[in-house]
């Protein structure tokens, strides 16, 4: 599977960006899919995860409450939503995907898309 990631930009605090992560491929809907971001210099640091239907999500303590995931099945696509923008929310933003069952929990994906920037002032 390719991913391609969209939707970054520049938005003041307190402002909201929606992120989409575009799939190629088939069986979208096979794939856990997860949203990671990394900031130079550091690494890189699990954001959401959503399961295959998107029944079940998982958040990163930083985020919960201000961001969230969802993916169309339909349209090879995942989002995360987010709201109430940080700072500290700056950062390179990553989609990821894996088929295996147990990404769900070791968060270890083998398909990455390229990073999109969300620069947050302050």
């Known amino acids: 599977v390719q991913l391609q990631a969209s939707g970054g930009g520049l938005v003041q605090a307190g402002g909201s960006l929606r992120l989409s992560c575009v799939a190629s491929?088939?069986?979208?809907?096979?794939?856990?899919m997860g949203w990671f971001r990394q900031v130079p210099g550091k690494g890189r640091e699990f954001v959401a995860a959503?399961?295959?239907?998107?029944?079940?999500?998982d958040y990163a303590d930083s985020v919960k409450g201000r961001f969230t995931i969802s993916r169309d099945n339909a349209k090879n696509t995942m989002y995360l939503q987010m709201n109430t923008l940080k700072p500290e929310d700056t950062a390179d933003y990553y989609c990821?995907?894996?088929?295996?069952?147990?990404?769900?929990?070791?968060?270890?994906?083998?398909?990455w898309g390229q990073g999109t920037l969300v620069t947050v002032s302050s």
């Open positions: 491929g088939r069986r979208f809907s096979t794939y856990v």
């Open positions: 990821a995907a894996d088929q295996k069952l147990v990404t769900w929990y070791t968060r270890q994906y083998n398909y």
């Open positions: 959503i399961n295959f239907s998107g029944s079940s999500t």
